[in-house]
């Protein structure tokens, strides 16, 4: 079956360093990936969109790339402040049968000041 | 333009009661989506409308749960009876669809967070 695959474990990086968050996906080749954050008791937020002809995108201090060989993404927040502390979700849309998005379980990074 | 809106904010009911949930998307989206997010896990697709036509049910527990999206507008979402399980917060997000349904960020709510005693 489908799977999405993001790190349960908090990453946790200085104030200032790049963060590197990893989505891996299973048994598909979506069309379309997004990133959202959610901040506790408050819904996803999103923040970017790669479709699977595309390599990277950027928004700001925000960067994602898309492996389809490698079934995988890497979303990367540079220059990390305390405030980009979240959790970041990423979400395929299998849309063999659904068009609705399909979440990963999420990946929670903490800024330390 | 104002986001989604949804109540109540919070809710506690014992199991086996029934429970409902409001919904009331961006203006103008066409797509509107239920999702229920358990503790530690990401969102998970209960019911998807486009208007006031369901698109995907099948992830909806329909013995227990049941939504509707009158005139295309506004939604609810009911539980009845709730069980213990049924803890979660849900999530109601809508979108424009600009683009194609796939092509579009879907916009949240900050959810109801059901508690079932």
């Known amino acids: 079956s489908q799977k999405i695959e993001q790190n349960s474990e908090a990453l946790n990086i200085q104030e200032g360093k790049t963060a590197t968050l990893t989505c891996n996906y299973t048994?598909?080749?979506?069309?379309?990936l997004q990133w959202y954050r959610q901040d506790p008791g408050r819904g996803p937020v999103f923040l970017l969109l790669?479709?699977?002809?595309?390599k990277e995108k950027r928004k700001e201090r925000l960067k994602v790339t898309f492996d389809t060989t490698l079934k995988q993404s890497l979303f990367h927040i540079t220059a990390s402040q305390p405030a980009d502390s979240a959790t970041y979700l990423c979400a395929l849309d299998f849309s063999t049968g659904r068009r609705a998005l399909t979440f990963g379980s999420g990946t929670r990074l903490q800024v330390q000041p | 333009e104002a986001g989604v809106a949804q109540s109540p904010r919070y809710k506690i009911i014992e199991k086996r009661q029934s429970v409902a949930f409001w919904c009331n998307p961006i203006?103008?989206?066409?797509?509107l989506y239920w999702y229920q997010q358990i503790l530690g896990q990401g969102p998970k697709l209960l019911i998807q409308f486009q208007n006031n036509g369901v698109v995907d049910d099948s992830q909806l527990p329909k013995d227990r749960f049941s939504a509707e999206r009158l005139k295309g507008v506004d939604s609810t979402l009911k539980i009845q009876p709730a069980k213990l399980e049924d803890s979660a917060v849900y999530l109601c997000?809508?979108?424009?669809?600009?683009?194609?349904?796939?092509?579009?960020?879907?916009?949240f709510g900050n959810g109801t967070r059901l508690t079932v005693t």
């Open positions: 997000a809508s979108s424009s669809n600009k683009g194609g349904v796939r092509n579009s960020p879907l916009h």
């Open positions: 048994n598909y080749s979506p069309a379309y």
């Open positions: 203006s103008g989206h066409a797509t």
């Open positions: 790669i479709r699977e002809n595309e």
